[in-house]
RNA sequence: GGGCGUAUAGCUCAGUGGUAGAGCACUUCGUUGACAUCGAAGGGGUCGGGAGUUCAACUCUCUCUACGCCCACCA
């Protein structure tokens, strides 16, 4: 066949991607090689691609067709996130457009809803990323809530209860009265906002006051709607203020609930007045004063309903104005915060915020502004309100021990090195983590209560039973009323954290049986666990990545994987980060239709240095599509002079020095990569065979065989068109893992292969490095350069040939020189080469290494533009030579610098002096 | 309040204890049968400021400045 002018990606991209799919070859069965595991962040359901996701789906594919290519046994797992919160809002939402709400269905209707969503709607994201070409293992796919994942997790769940760490506890939860149900600390979002500081008057009670003579302590706050359920006052203990009230009571005014002053060191002396109030059931500082003031959880008083409209509390003191209205002013009515304010403004209670004008009069205001912290949820985007319910938790600071250690033995490395403190700074602080969910979508809890609220927690409802009839003594299970499912399910994030494990065949063969010996999956599990590599966004690290760490080490007793890494954004040119508000999200899909999913995937590996991120540009994404070009029209030159597919793994034989260097060139290449690719460096992976590709094959081997193809057929034409063919099919290889199906698609292009490019062979090329052949090119390639430098700067037209004369010759370089005559002539134009000294008359000089090149002129030269040329290079030369010598001539440098530096630098000096003599010299044959 | 990161050519970014590189942009030239999605040759940087260590610092240490991110209970 013959490859087209232009290439197109999109004619080829969907063709080799279903035909690799089709064949299996994403998972080529490799039963002895040695394994390496990836697993895909599965992403959500409900998700679409970003290009967030195309940076971190590239350097995965990347990883893995290099091990592919290495002959591993490698697997990239893939599968889906049920994505709890996400997916149930979606179907809400569609209900909501048909005027349906979620409670018009019982829970198994609903559920079943959302299957039929997930079935027609769902996963948009994994044919987004078969059109990334992405090689992971679809025939496996997996999804957060199959049969096997549920299995896992409501083992898991049990385990960790068994085991003491998982537990059910009220305390303060972070509540989302949008999406009503409680969130994790890692779900709230805190965002500053501009409030208001208000400063009330609370009385005290029975007649006390204060040192000072007031009846009242001054309280300030941001948040005065709480007021309907404050508990206390909370002064320092060392306030000389108030030490006399401490034990005293407080009337609130609008409750009239009664209540104690009490010593706490929350309380800051320097902030406000320095008494705070004290609202244990919707405030996390206040919680805690409050235990320590003896106030039991039971006991907190809790005036807000899930939606957070006020409810009456358990004293029933709150108003009846009070009782039904949300927290915020809302559709234009007043809430709880204004109605409080107004009241107690009303009665005198309000304590004014005074400025000064630009009159200088006092004005009065109601607060103070004021920049508040606040906590938002992620998904919801509305305030959180902190509440007191009973929750499921996860005891994740004893699971978080091991993870510690782990990172810090070296059991798992994370790349780049500098997140590690991260880590250890979160897991050292980590708070208990609320598991439950008040969802319908996700994996119910596998907990059931007895008549009398006692917990039974267990993978099955008879089970269940079983251990409540034992616990009830009861012997007849006719007579026992039955129990009752908690209705929760689990934080999303509680069954991805089992991913690396469980979609690997855990737990089914947890304890390998007779029957099960043969099972695959037990093999599956043992072989690839740990995964070797994990790749996530930082955004991440504490939702999944720390969780599979603590998860990982619990059930598997090792580690996920042994080395995490960790990358960074994709930002919008600007630098500002893409947002669908904003409307600055670049389409990744946009970005395949116009230059090619190779294109997009290069750009990606190009910029991804360590620990930065990334920006994005258009241009060099066309540029990376350039490179594409111009690899497939290096193929069509080699393609139309009888140069192909190679019959070799190895390099051919060569004797010209000109394959011998290229052949050099491509172990030196091949090396390089390597290194980059172990050590995750994407960027120098990227560069390396870019220009390996571009500047050594493109621009110099292949303009430097076009006379040996074109000449008479010695051997050497064949024998180069060995050696090209064998490179171009090792710059394939290399730069499959990049640009997977432009060199799918020039793999067969080339010739007759037995097998497809995706499971060929990562070259191997058990060659030396050629010094000689590689000093002779370096050699040759700067002659041509200079030539051209030359020619430019004296304004001769490039295309002229030239004859060159050096005098000072010796017999190797005169041998050199005839050995690449052809090349002279045809890529230097340098027609002529003789050794005996130049005629009379004008010249060019050039210097390369120890030898003086003399160019005769025809008629006329720009004498003082030659002079210029070579006083510049002189220039250049001395300065560097005078440079050395200063080194040299410094005791200090001689006596203390590593003997190979101070070596090197004689070397330099040595060769500067020769060349600045000759440029001297020819600067004086000049006149 | 802690922690981290980044400041290198007009732009986006690599980089090494021994006087700096890439891509794009820019300038000049070029239709020699692979490629104008190209080729050739160029211009352009006191490597954020200051101090220190060293024979030598863009590269190590400290500090300052600017920007960004993460974590944290300041009512």
Same mark, same amino acid.
């Given at each position: 066949?013959?490859?087209?002018?232009?290439?197109?990606?999109?004619?080829?991209?969907?063709?080799?991607?279903?035909?690799?799919?089709?064949? =299996?070859?994403?998972?080529?069965?490799?039963?002895?090689?040695?394994?390496? %595991?990836?697993?895909?962040?599965?992403?959500?359901?409900?998700?679409?691609? $970003?290009i967030g996701h195309a940076l971190d789906n590239t350097l995965q594919d990347i990883i893995i067709r290099h091990e592919r290519l290495k002959g591993k046994d490698a697997l990239w797992v893939v599968g889906m996130d049920h994505a709890g919160i996400a997916t149930q809002m979606v179907v809400e939402r569609q209900m909501n457009e048909r005027q349906q709400k979620r409670t018009d269905f019982t829970r198994e209707e609903f559920v079943e809803k959302v299957w039929e969503w997930k079935e027609e709607s769902g996963g948009t994201i994994t044919k987004q990323l078969r059109r990334l070409g992405c090689s992971m293992d679809w025939s496996n796919e997996r999804f957060t809530m199959d049969e096997g994942m549920n299995e896992a997790v409501l083992?898991?769940?049990?385990?960790?209860?068994?085991?003491?760490?998982?537990?059910?506890?009220?305390?303060?939860?972070?509540?989302?009265?949008?999406?009503? %149900?409680?969130?994790?600390?890692?779900?709230?979002?805190?965002?500053?906002?501009?409030?208001? +500081?208000?400063?009330?008057?609370?009385?005290? !009670?029975?007649?006390?006051?204060?040192?000072?003579?007031?009846?009242?302590?001054?309280?300030? %706050?941001?948040?005065?709607?709480?007021?309907?359920?404050?508990?206390?006052?909370?002064?320092?203990?060392?306030?000389?203020?108030?030490?006399?009230?401490?034990?005293?009571?407080?009337?609130?005014?609008?409750?009239?609930?009664?209540?104690?002053?009490?010593?706490?060191? $929350?309380?800051?002396?320097?902030?406000?007045?320095?008494?705070?109030?004290?609202?244990?059931?919707?405030?996390?500082?206040?919680?805690?004063?409050?235990?320590?003031?003896?106030?039991? !959880?039971?006991?907190?008083?809790?005036?807000?309903?899930?939606?957070?409209?006020? @409810?009456?509390?358990?004293?029933?003191?709150?108003?009846?104005?009070?009782?039904?209205?949300?927290? +915020?002013?809302?559709?234009?009515?007043?809430?709880?915060?204004?109605?409080?304010?107004?009241?107690?403004?009303?009665?005198?209670?309000?304590?004014?915020?005074?400025?000064?004008?630009?009159?200088?009069?006092?004005?009065?205001?109601?607060?103070?502004?004021?920049?508040?912290?606040?906590?938002?949820?992620?998904?919801?985007?509305?305030?959180? /309100?902190?509440?007191?319910?009973?929750?499921?938790?996860? &005891?994740?600071?004893?699971?978080?021990?091991?993870?510690?250690?782990?990172?810090?033995?070296g059991d798992i490395e994370i790349v780049p090195k500098t997140w590690e403190k991260t880590w250890f700074n979160w897991m050292e602080n980590i708070q208990p983590w609320c598991v439950s969910r008040q969802l319908w979508w996700g994996h119910r809890i596998p907990a059931w209560y007895g008549p009398d609220g006692e917990i039974f927690v267990a993978e099955f409802e008879e089970e269940a039973i079983g251990q409540a009839l034992e616990h009830y003594a009861i012997d007849n299970p006719e007579d026992f009323p039955g129990l009752s499912r908690d209705t929760d399910v689990l934080d999303t994030w509680f069954s991805s954290a089992l991913w690396p494990f469980a979609t690997l065949g855990w737990p089914i063969d947890d304890a390998p049986t007779?029957?099960? &010996?043969?099972?695959?999956?037990?093999?599956?599990?043992?072989?690839?666990?740990?995964?070797?590599?994990?790749?996530?966004?930082?955004?991440?690290?504490? +939702?999944?990545?720390?969780?599979?760490?603590?998860?990982?080490?619990?059930?598997?007793?090792?580690?996920?994987?042994?080395?995490?890494?960790?990358?960074?954004?994709?930002?919008?040119?600007?630098?500002?980060?893409?947002?669908?508000?904003?409307?600055?999200?670049?389409?990744?899909?946009?970005?395949? #239709?116009?230059? =090619?999913?190779?294109?997009?995937?290069?750009?990606?590996?190009?910029?991804?240095?360590?620990?930065?991120?990334?920006?994005?540009?258009?241009?060099?994404?066309?540029?990376?599509?350039?490179?594409?070009?111009?690899?497939?029209?290096?193929?069509?030159? @080699? /393609?139309?002079?009888?140069?192909?597919?190679?019959?070799?793994?190895?390099?051919?034989?060569?004797?010209?020095?000109?394959?011998?260097?290229?052949?050099?060139?491509?172990?030196? %290449?091949?090396?390089?990569?390597?290194?980059?690719?172990?050590?995750?460096?994407?960027?120098?992976?990227?560069?390396?065979?870019?220009?390996?590709?571009?500047?050594?094959?493109?621009?110099?081997?292949?303009?430097?065989?076009?006379?040996?193809?074109?000449? #008479?057929?010695?051997?050497?034409?064949?024998?180069?068109?060995?050696?090209?063919?064998?490179?171009?099919?090792?710059?394939?290889?290399?730069?499959?893992? +990049?640009?997977?199906?432009?060199?799918?698609?020039?793999?067969?292009?080339?010739?007759?292969?037995?097998?497809?490019?995706?499971?060929?062979?990562?070259?191997?090329?058990?060659?030396?490095?050629?010094?000689?052949?590689?000093?002779?090119?370096?050699?040759?390639?700067?002659?041509?350069?200079?030539?051209?430098?030359?020619?430019?700067?004296?304004?001769?037209?490039? =295309?002229?040939?030239?004859?060159?004369?050096?005098?000072?010759?010796?017999?190797?370089?005169?041998?050199?020189?005839?050995?690449?005559?052809?090349?002279?002539?045809?890529?230097?134009?340098?027609?002529?080469?003789?050794?005996?000294?130049?005629?009379?008359?004008?010249?060019?000089?050039?210097?390369? #290494? &120890?030898?003086?090149?003399?160019?005769?002129?025809?008629?006329?030269?720009?004498?003082?533009?030659?002079?210029?040329?070579?006083?510049?290079?002189?220039?250049?030369?001395?300065?560097?030579?005078?440079?050395?010598?200063?080194?040299?001539?410094?005791?200090?440098?001689?006596?203390?610098?590593?003997?190979?530096?101070?070596?090197?630098?004689?070397?330099?000096?040595?060769?500067?002096?020769?060349?600045?003599?000759?440029?001297?010299?020819?600067?004086?044959?000049?006149?």
């Amino acid at each position: 066949m013959t490859l087209d002018k232009n290439f197109d990606p999109a004619a080829i991209e969907a063709r080799w991607y279903e035909h690799w799919e089709s064949k =299996g070859l994403f998972r080529p069965e490799r039963k002895d090689a040695e394994p390496y %595991t990836i697993v895909n962040p599965p992403p959500n359901v409900t998700g679409s691609l $970003h290009i967030g996701h195309a940076l971190d789906n590239t350097l995965q594919d990347i990883i893995i067709r290099h091990e592919r290519l290495k002959g591993k046994d490698a697997l990239w797992v893939v599968g889906m996130d049920h994505a709890g919160i996400a997916t149930q809002m979606v179907v809400e939402r569609q209900m909501n457009e048909r005027q349906q709400k979620r409670t018009d269905f019982t829970r198994e209707e609903f559920v079943e809803k959302v299957w039929e969503w997930k079935e027609e709607s769902g996963g948009t994201i994994t044919k987004q990323l078969r059109r990334l070409g992405c090689s992971m293992d679809w025939s496996n796919e997996r999804f957060t809530m199959d049969e096997g994942m549920n299995e896992a997790v409501l083992k898991v769940f049990v385990d960790l209860y068994n085991d003491g760490l998982i537990y059910r506890d009220k305390r303060l939860v972070n509540w989302d009265p949008a999406l009503k %149900t409680a969130i994790s600390d890692l779900e709230v979002e805190t965002t500053d906002i501009k409030g208001s +500081f208000w400063h009330f008057k609370y009385p005290l !009670a029975d007649g006390a006051t204060l040192d000072d003579g007031r009846d009242y302590i001054e309280i300030a %706050t941001t948040r005065p709607e709480t007021m309907l359920a404050d508990m206390a006052v909370a002064v320092h203990p060392s306030d000389d203020r108030y030490k006399s009230v401490i034990g005293k009571e407080i009337e609130q005014p609008i409750t009239g609930r009664r209540f104690k002053i009490v010593a706490d060191e $929350h309380a800051d002396p320097e902030l406000g007045s320095g008494a705070v109030k004290i609202t244990p059931g919707h405030d996390f500082n206040d919680f805690e004063v409050g235990k320590r003031a003896g106030i039991a !959880a039971g006991d907190m008083l809790n005036m807000l309903d899930g939606e957070a409209n006020v @409810c009456q509390t358990s004293d029933g003191l709150v108003p009846e104005e009070y009782i039904g209205l949300h927290r +915020f002013k809302k559709d234009g009515i007043a809430g709880v915060r204004e109605l409080v304010v107004q009241q107690l403004k009303e009665l005198g209670l309000l304590i004014p915020h005074v400025t000064k004008n630009k009159d200088g009069e006092e004005v009065e205001h109601d607060a103070e502004p004021r920049t508040i912290a606040t906590p938002f949820g992620d998904r919801g985007g509305v305030v959180i /309100e902190p509440w007191l319910t009973d929750q499921w938790y996860v &005891d994740a600071e004893t699971l978080a021990q091991p993870a510690i250690k782990a990172v810090r033995d070296g059991d798992i490395e994370i790349v780049p090195k500098t997140w590690e403190k991260t880590w250890f700074n979160w897991m050292e602080n980590i708070q208990p983590w609320c598991v439950s969910r008040q969802l319908w979508w996700g994996h119910r809890i596998p907990a059931w209560y007895g008549p009398d609220g006692e917990i039974f927690v267990a993978e099955f409802e008879e089970e269940a039973i079983g251990q409540a009839l034992e616990h009830y003594a009861i012997d007849n299970p006719e007579d026992f009323p039955g129990l009752s499912r908690d209705t929760d399910v689990l934080d999303t994030w509680f069954s991805s954290a089992l991913w690396p494990f469980a979609t690997l065949g855990w737990p089914i063969d947890d304890a390998p049986t007779p029957a099960n &010996d043969a099972d695959v999956s037990s093999k599956t599990l043992e072989r690839h666990y740990p995964n070797d590599l994990l790749i996530s966004g930082f955004d991440i690290l504490f +939702f999944w990545d720390a969780r599979m760490a603590m998860q990982g080490i619990q059930f598997m007793k090792d580690v996920p994987w042994k080395r995490l890494y960790l990358h960074g954004l994709v930002r919008a040119e600007d630098g500002s980060k893409m947002s669908k508000s904003k409307g600055n999200v670049v389409d990744p899909l946009g970005l395949i #239709d116009e230059y =090619g999913a190779d294109a997009l995937r290069f750009f990606m590996a190009a910029m991804e240095s360590q620990g930065r991120d990334i920006k994005m540009d258009d241009k060099r994404v066309e540029g990376y599509r350039n490179f594409a070009t111009k690899l497939w029209n290096a193929s069509r030159f @080699c /393609e139309t002079n009888g140069i192909g597919a190679s019959k070799t793994l190895s390099a051919p034989e060569a004797t010209l020095p000109v394959n011998r260097w290229i052949i050099s060139e491509v172990v030196e %290449t091949q090396q390089a990569l390597d290194k980059a690719l172990t050590g995750l460096r994407f960027d120098a992976a990227a560069n390396t065979i870019y220009h390996f590709t571009w500047d050594r094959f493109c621009d110099w081997y292949l303009e430097l065989i076009k006379p040996v193809l074109q000449g #008479d057929d010695d051997g050497t034409a064949d024998e180069t068109r060995l050696v090209a063919g064998w490179v171009l099919d090792q710059i394939i290889v290399m730069l499959h893992p +990049f640009m997977p199906f432009i060199t799918e698609e020039l793999w067969h292009s080339m010739g007759e292969r037995n097998y497809d490019l995706i499971v060929a062979k990562w070259p191997a090329p058990k060659a030396e490095i050629d010094a000689e052949a590689k000093g002779e090119i370096d050699w040759l390639i700067k002659l041509v350069s200079e030539v051209r430098s030359t020619k430019v700067e004296l304004n001769i037209p490039p =295309g002229t040939k030239m004859a060159a004369h050096v005098p000072d010759g010796d017999n190797a370089l005169q041998d050199k020189i005839a050995r690449h005559a052809a090349a002279l002539d045809r890529v230097g134009r340098l027609e002529a080469v003789s050794f005996d000294p130049a005629p009379d008359g004008a010249s060019a000089q050039l210097v390369v #290494d &120890d030898a003086t090149y003399v160019l005769p002129l025809a008629g006329a030269i720009d004498i003082d533009a030659e002079k210029a040329r070579l006083t510049k290079a002189l220039e250049g030369v001395s300065k560097e030579a005078k440079s050395l010598e200063g080194r040299l001539g410094n005791a200090n440098f001689v006596e203390k610098a590593k003997p190979e530096a101070a070596e090197k630098a004689r070397a330099d000096l040595a060769d500067k002096t020769t060349e600045s003599e000759r440029l001297q010299a020819a600067l004086d044959r000049l006149g």
